[in-house]
């Protein structure tokens, strides 16, 4: 089946969904990764590596670069490992990783190696609340003097994360009542008031860290800094420009050109087209959208909604991968997506997954899931290895096998943040109103939830990626009348709907089916989503991707890998418009695999000389391809996600 569509495949433009003066309103509010169990044979099985192997493996690396005793106050410059500006990022993603994992699984050991290094970071913290650990014991005279290039304020957004989770999940305020001194801390010192420093961070994070901070704490103080920072950010005369001539520099000299490698070239409420450092971009645009959300502020939206067809309909891999630059980690121009060369970070997918969910929220629009669907299982799940200790920084669409996956980075900010985001996969799973459920990710597994004042569990039973057929289970304790969402993904074309055994038809609205009735306990909802495998074509103007063709089968791109196809020239493959590629599942094979066989062909290179007036001969062969996600789990290998056809 051949869909030629653009590399983002159905994601549709968002501008006309909200305008200035628009209501902005947060309609659904995500079910709690605690409150969500995960039982499949997919996902299941990676949080069990991630929480057995990957956590345990960083907290290691982390104790042995000098990470976590860095924080200690009788840590010496010159003992150890030299320390980092970004070392307490890495520290605070890994808690917040940890964390998750206790909520669902306890765990004393771990739980006691958290309650040690939060004593650690506690040990560090200054008497007014400051707290850095690379600024306190290196260079303790230069607190605030360089927003622009350093991290003090990205690390302390990620602090505050690991806090926010470490008190969901445990009940305890050892680690939040610290990042609320420090929170207040900088209160105190960013601002607009006399005496205050107008500036802002140059990688953000601190804002959508302040957005959380609220909502655990209910202190606004912390959601008017988080609005702050977002509002003062690209404003002339830049304080960036004043800072750098402080420290006796000159600010034309600032190596990346432009602020827009750091959104800051102008007010980020007149920008509309993505810029810059793609995790940077991620973070901002999470923290927009949340403030858009809790203020209900309409003047953010223009710009949001622009930037995310920036992002989506013209800088976004078929992988859910965005930054193809490696000298700025981040984007160029539109349709400039090169697949040898893609840098396309870890961390920048899973960004992509945090703002798509955050658009998701503000009313469950299915092109924001469709976009966070096609990240998670693609881009963002390619940087880890299936056994949980070597990881991606970049993440490429070809390969000639120099790419390896590493066990660990100097800026080791990928596999913490993998580790956190599958720790908490179920808090993307479902959302709730007042008067619906949403089903956005089809995960087997169960949901406590309450709506329309009932208790409700709905469990999901489902072989989701590989297979289309989902039911789902209502269990209440009397019946009640809600509307049940379910997502029917970009990708599928066709799909049958039951309730309790007889079809229904429902038109799907935003993305969504939407079913309401009065339900009562034992009630079932049978969906089923065509997943044929599909041929995927780029949009003309990719110039990467002329001629050549990607497959698709449900949200898992594919690709093709030395090491299931010796002795072919993958570089040099061509699949023909005719070939049939049939799929089958491989349960031994990569943890279990779905995957994709057919024939395809190669120039033969035995012709003798340089250039000829012939075409050259081509050969036959058999091709096997197998998730993109999965690559490179055996070795270094040739691979390619795009392939010629003819």
């Known amino acids: 089946m051949r869909i030629a569509v653009a590399v983002c495949l159905v994601i549709m433009s968002a501008s006309a969904v909200w305008s200035v003066g628009d209501a902005v309103k947060k309609e659904f509010t995500p079910v709690s990764f605690a409150n969500v169990t995960v039982d499949d044979a997919f996902w299941a099985p ?15 690396r982390c104790k042995d670069t000098g990470r976590i005793d860095g924080f200690r106050p009788d840590w010496k410059p010159g003992e150890g490992q030299t320390r980092h500006i970004f070392y307490d990022s890495d520290i605070a993603k890994w808690i917040e990783a940890a964390s998750y994992s206790l909520a669902t699984h306890p765990d004393p050991k771990l739980d006691k190696e958290l309650d040690e290094v939060i004593a650690n970071i506690a040990s560090c913290q200054k008497p007014d609340g400051y707290l850095n650990s690379y600024y306190v014991n290196v260079e303790p005279t230069k607190h605030w ?14 602090l505050i994360e690991a806090a926010v989770a470490h008190y969901q999940a445990t009940g305890k305020r050892s680690l939040l009542d610290v990042m609320c001194r420090y929170a207040d801390c900088i209160d105190r010192t960013f601002g607009t008031a006399d005496g205050k420093k107008r500036g802002y961070c140059g990688h953000e994070e601190i804002e959508l860290a302040l957005v959380k901070l609220y ?5 606004k103080r912390y959601l008017e800094l988080s609005k702050y920072f977002v509002d003062e950010r690209g404003r002339k005369p830049y304080y ?8 006796g520099e000159d600010p034309t000299q600032f190596w990346a050109k432009s602020y827009d490698y750091c959104q800051a070239d102008k007010p980020l409420r007149d920008q509309r087209e993505v810029t810059g450092h793609a995790v940077r971009a991620m973070y901002i645009y999470s923290a927009m959208t949340d403030l858009a959300a809790e203020c209900q502020d309409s003047t953010l939206m223009p710009a949001l909604n622009s930037i995310w067809d920036s992002v989506t309909l013209q800088r976004m891999y078929l992988t859910g991968g965005i930054g193809p630059s490696a000298s700025n980690e981040g984007f160029t121009t539109a349709y400039d997506l090169p697949n040898e060369s893609a840098y396309a970070e870890t961390c920048a997918a899973i960004g992509l997954v945090f703002w798509s969910h955050r658009m998701l929220e503000l009313g469950c629009d299915g092109r924001y899931a469709d976009v966070m669907e096609r990240a998670l299982y693609n881009g963002a799940l390619s940087g880890v290895s299936l056994d949980g200790t070597k990881f991606f920084y970049v993440n490429p669409l070809a390969s000639h096998g120099q790419h390896e996956r590493q066990d ?5 900010c990928c596999p913490p943040n993998i580790a956190r985001l599958i720790a908490s996969l179920g808090e993307y799973i479902y959302s709730q109103s007042d008067n619906d459920i949403a089903v956005h990710l089809y995960v087997q597994g169960s949901a406590k939830l309450k709506v329309g004042g009932q208790a409700v569990t709905l469990s999901q039973k489902t072989e989701y990626p590989w297979d289309g057929k989902v039911t789902i289970s ?6 009640s009348t809600f509307g049940l969402r379910l997502r029917i993904p970009g990708w599928c074309r066709s799909y049958g709907l039951k309730v309790n055994g007889k079809p229904i038809s429902v038109k799907p609205d935003l993305g969504y089916v939407r079913i309401e009735r009065q339900w009562t306990g034992g009630d079932k909802v049978e969906l089923d989503l065509a997943m044929p495998v599909e041929r995927v074509y780029a949009h003309p103007l990719v110039q990467a991707d002329v001629g050549r063709v990607a497959i698709q089968r449900g949200p898992i791109v594919y690709c093709i890998e030395g090491v299931d196809n010796k002795d072919i020239p993958i570089d040099r493959l061509v699949l023909p418009k005719s070939a049939e590629l049939k799929s089958s599942f491989r349960k031994s094979l990569l943890g279990g695999v779905t995957t994709l066989a057919g024939s395809a062909e190669y120039a033969d290179d035995a012709a003798s000389g340089l250039y000829h007036s012939s075409e050259p001969k081509m050969k036959r062969c058999k091709i096997t391809a197998i998730p993109y996600y999965a690559w490179c789990n055996r070795g270094k290998t040739d691979m390619a996600v795009w392939i010629a056809e003819r």
């Open 46 to 60: 990676r949080m069990k590596t991630n929480r057995e192997s990957t956590i345990p493996y960083e907290y290691q």
């Open 145 to 158: 003097t360089n927003l622009r290039d350093c991290h003090e304020l990205y690390c302390a957004g990620h």
């Open 215 to 219: 909502r655990a704490t209910g202190e």
């Open 240 to 247: 960036y420009d004043s800072e750098a001539k402080a420290r």
């Open 408 to 412: 660990w980075f100097g800026c080791a």
């Open 474 to 479: 209502l269990a209440m304790d009397k019946p």
